[in-house]
């Protein structure tokens, strides 16, 4: 397996986002302004995109965002998401980062827990579900 990173949403990230977000999970504002300067995750088995993320900064350099967080269904339970976590947060560390936060979906936060983060401030929705910031030291 292998992570192939891009600039701006790449048509395998958009189509995994798609599924998995809006499809499965049923959000309907998935695609925004920050797709067109985030860097743009991609993890492939062989040729096929099997999961993404993408990561960006605003005004810290050495802190990054990192969303969009999506494996498809099939490829679950085998260590994808996990890889794409890891390798992004190597690659952004290389990059300068020395803090990465996210908005995680409550249910999924113990996956995010597993990975050193902890869990800032109080729960809130986007848009149906329930979220909350986390937060990891590089």
Known sequence: ??????????????KIRE?????????TVEFDETDCKARHFVMYD????????R????????????GRVAVLAEMRG?????????????ILQKDGAEKVILSAQVRVKP???????HAEGEIYYDEFCEHINMAKEL
């Open 19 to 27: 599924t998995v977000f809006v499809k499965e999970q049923g959000f």
């Open 111 to 117: 996956f995010y827990e597993k990975l050193g983060y």
């Open 46 to 53: 062989g040729v096929k995109a099997i999961g993404c993320c």
């Open 78 to 90: 085998k260590g994808i998401g996990l890889r794409i976590i890891e390798e992004t947060e190597k």
């Open 55 to 66: 990561a960006f900064c605003e005004d810290d350099p050495k802190t990054y965002h990192i």
């Open 1 to 14: 397996m292998e992570l192939k990173e891009s600039i701006g949403l790449n048509e395998d990230a958009r």
